[in-house]
């Protein structure tokens, strides 16, 4: 099916067992969130999502700032495990909120307890997509508690995450970041639909 | 009740005409004092029930209560006579309104004793005199017109006893209520600094972040502008020492709500330390924007509790049947993700577990109003179009003398707010339908929050939960109607229906518009992201995306033993790009897209 009309997006050709999930506008702001999912793995507990997301609010001036800074390296690998974290930290730190919820990761939050990071970043990069950069980001949303790879792996509160974020409105002074995500409940069905969400990426068209 | 508050409640209840304008003001402390603070009888236990008239186990170590009942607080800190908070009371008997003269002492020494107590939180001076400047001003003018509960000194001294108290913490690593206390000295430093900032500059500073607390914040900024600000400073010193607060209602029902501590853990918008443009430009909620979220939040669940007739958090948080928590639902078992907000309402199971519910408080119109009655908002505080309710009366299970304002036009929204303010000096708690805000793109139905109130020039102003940066300014008569009027809220590209034949007076629906998700928003939908189909779509468009998606769940279901149809979905692929590809010839477009492949589609088992 056809994901149209969707922020920047104006059309892209979803994997063919891919059908309307949830869809959720407002509450934050001028916000969206449109999944979409194959049938069979669309409960709470297996799922394999593909979502169009709108925060709802453009980033501040210090984060659009960053975030056009970076996207202006396209293509490039900022990070990717096992690399050294050392320049990767002051470029995670600069982009703040702008990456959202995956901001707060191993690598800019260092706390324990109840404060610690709920996302372990695994690569972080910026690329072309059919022209337009994008900033890539994966790796896995994960209960605070949990710091090892293998203890994060298999619990059930663990999600793996790819996303792709962008600039919706270049041309205007704050940046509305939209993302486009693969979000699944397990790594079997992450690499089950990555190789399909990475193909349908490419049949993305713009808004002009 | 004596008759005399009777009466006045029940004429409070009819605040909303417009004719009605601001004859009763400054009444209500009076109301408070000389009738319902009774001195309690020390010898009544806590009552099982959530909600009581004034004496529910108001413990003499709350300070505020303490000063009712001329019982010294467990700190020593200070002893009262009964009433003596109120001593505006008799100001304004004397004419004075409560209003401190230029050059009072007492104001002076408030004030220092404010902007001295800030500078302690780690407030740089500038900011710390910025902030009790602006604080003064506003309290000064709401004594001018009437509208302050107490005298500007007093509200001061009290703001400032509850940042002292913040700041002090409950001297043990437990809060008394038995709750761990995840607070660090840096944590309270940062509450007192937003929650002088709030006080100072509602409008910059009361911010909901990338939280759905939309009605808990627009509630919080309604109380910060009211005639008590003063009470949102005692609310927050009482929860995050206590772990509970005592709430009341105009006619002084008080409830104790219980907070699950983890709730007040800084998340990564509140950690972030003080910052006026984070926090205030930049429209991040800051902690004491969190820690009063989590409190209302969990006053919503308990309201919740009680119309379902089970337990709420007065009986313990390990007892509630709903929780909120305002950060970190992680702990509850909510997932963490990236179009998550940390937030969770949660339902307790029959055997104790806590089951996610959603990442807001779930709060319908009702229920907003349930919330500002129960927190001792003003009746009628929260304004919806007339259309958004069925006949105006609440729903069962809910207090039958709710009072929701309702409006008919943008007109008619303008008088009731210039109403409403010139009784209580309040915005409103408006309803409005976030993708039919100015630049929402009319895409969908997400009722939101917002605060509204009318300028001297006549135009109506939302007020946003994102600093001042992201309100949405003055807006002309017909933007305010199309945010407001569910007649007006046609999905872009959508066809609208004509009335129904044999119903000419029936509202017309858009198309769908019983066609479950497609519902237009009314008096039961919660105030949150609202579902509804893709809104880009035309009519046609989702009728013939219905009909592939159906033809294709069919072949799923006939296939479903041998999974193979991979090619007829290469097929209907292909197809859609061969149509594309037509389309961009036909309108002399370049076609440049990747043809589909058949390995595009397999699938691994």
């Known amino acids: 099916m056809l994901l149209k009309q969707a922020g920047a997006i104006k059309e892209m050709l979803l994997p063919p067992d891919f059908a309307e999930g949830e869809k959720q506008f407002g509450g934050m702001g001028l916000n969206w969130s449109l999944t979409y999912q194959p049938k069979q793995f669309s409960s709470d507990t297996k799922f394999a999502r593909i979502i169009s997301y709108y925060r709802g609010l453009p980033a501040s001036q210090r984060e659009t700032t960053a975030f056009r800074t970076t996207l202006l390296t396209a293509p490039k690998v900022i990070w990717q495990e096992p690399s050294d974290t050392g320049a990767v930290r002051m470029t995670l730190q600069e982009l703040g909120d702008a990456l959202g919820p995956a901001a707060d990761n191993q690598l800019t939050n260092t706390l324990d307890g109840l404060q610690a990071p709920r ?3 695994q690569s972080i990069e910026t690329k072309l997509l059919v022209r337009k950069p994008v900033i890539a980001i994966k790796g896995l949303f994960h209960f605070h508690e949990l710091k090892k790879l293998d203890e994060i792996l298999g619990h059930p509160q663990t999600s793996h995450y790819y996303g792709l974020l962008y600039d919706a409105t270049p041309d205007q002074e704050q940046a509305q970041i939209q993302e486009l995500m693969l979000s699944t409940s397990t790594k079997d069905l992450y690499d089950r639909y990555f190789p399909a969400f990475e193909r349908s990426l490419l049949t993305i068209r713009w808004q002009a | 009740m004596s008759t005399t508050q009777k009466e006045l409640t029940n004429n409070n209840d009819k605040v909303e005409s417009p004719r009605d304008g601001g004859e009763r003001a400054g009444v209500k402390a009076r109301i408070e004092a000389a009738n319902e603070f009774q001195p309690a009888d020390r010898s009544i236990s806590a009552n099982a029930s959530p909600v009581s008239k004034g004496a529910f186990d108001m413990s003499p170590s709350d300070s505020t209560t303490a000063k009712y009942f001329g019982v010294q607080d467990k700190a020593g800190e200070q002893s009262a006579n009964p009433g003596s908070d109120k001593s505006s009371d008799n100001k304004q008997d004397a004419g004075d309104k409560g209003l401190d003269k230029p050059g009072d002492k007492t104001l002076d020494k408030a004030a220092d004793n404010y902007r001295e107590t800030l500078i302690k939180s780690g407030l740089s001076p500038e900011l710390a005199k910025e902030f009790t400047d602006k604080k003064i001003e506003s309290l000064n003018k709401k004594a001018a017109d009437g509208k302050l509960d107490g005298t ?29 206390d995840n607070l660090t000295k840096a944590d309270r430093q940062n509450i007192v600094k937003d929650l002088a900032a709030r006080e100072a500059d509602p409008d910059k500073y009361v911010n909901q972040g990338q939280h759905m607390t939309c009605v808990l ?7 910060l502008e009211g005639s008590d600000p003063a009470k949102v400073s005692e609310q927050i010193a009482s929860v995050v020492n206590k772990g509970y607060a005592e709430v009341q209602e105009k006619d002084g029902s008080t409830r104790r709500v219980n907070v699950d501590s983890r709730s007040f853990a800084p998340d990564s918008e509140s950690r972030v330390p003080f910052d006026t443009s984070y926090h205030g430009d930049a429209g991040k909620r800051g902690m004491a924007g969190q820690v009063y979220d989590a409190l209302s939040g969990q006053l919503a669940a308990d309201l919740k509790s009680e119309r379902e007739g089970k337990p709420s958090s007065a009986q313990g948080i390990d007892k509630a049947a709903n929780v909120y928590m305002a950060a970190h639902a992680d702990t509850m078992g909510a997932l963490p993700g990236q179009t998550k907000t940390g937030e969770g309402l949660f339902e307790r199971q029959p055997n104790g577990n806590m089951q996610f519910k959603a990442d807001n408080p779930m709060l319908d119109v009702w229920g907003m109003a349930h919330l500002n009655k129960a927190m001792g908002g003003e009746p009628g505080a929260v304004f919806a179009h007339r259309d958004m309710l069925k006949d105006g009366h609440p729903p069962q299970g809910y207090p039958q003398d709710l009072k929701i304002t309702t409006f008919g036009s943008a007109q008619e929204l303008g008088q009731s707010l210039a109403s409403f303010e010139a009784k ?15 630049g929402g793109g009319e895409n969908g139905h997400g009722l939101h929050a917002m605060n509204a109130r009318i300028d001297g020039s006549g135009n109506i102003k939302f007020d946003n939960n994102w600093g001042s940066n992201y309100d949405k300014g003055a807006m002309s008569m017909d933007q305010v109607d199309k945010a407001t009027n569910p007649q007006r809220w046609e999905p872009k590209g959508s066809q609208r229906s004509e009335t129904h034949p044999d119903k000419p007076d029936q509202a017309p629906q858009h198309r769908g518009g019983n066609r479950g998700s497609d519902s237009l928003p009314d008096e039961h939908t919660l105030i949150k992201p609202g579902s509804g189909r893709n809104p880009n779509e035309t009519e046609s468009e989702y009728a013939q995306r219905q009909a592939l998606e159906k033809q294709e769940l069919d072949k799923q279901n006939k296939n479903k033993q041998s999974n193979n149809d991979s090619g007829a979905q290469f097929q209907r692929a292909l197809a859609e790009w061969e149509m594309r590809r037509a389309t961009a010839e036909r309108s002399g477009q370049s076609f440049n897209d990747r043809r589909p492949s058949e390995a595009d589609f397999i699938v691994p088992n």
Do not use: M
């Open chain 1, 119 to 121: 996302f372990l970043i």
């Open chain 2, 217 to 223: 914040e627009s509630g919080q900024k309604q109380k």
């Open chain 2, 152 to 180: 500007p000194a007093e509200q001061l001294a009290r703001s400032t006893e509850s940042f002292e108290k913040i700041l002090a913490g409950p001297g043990s690593e437990r809060l008394e209520n038995g709750q761990h």
């Open chain 2, 424 to 438: 209580t000096g309040q915005p409103a708690q408006i309803l409005v339908n976030a993708p039919f805000l100015p």
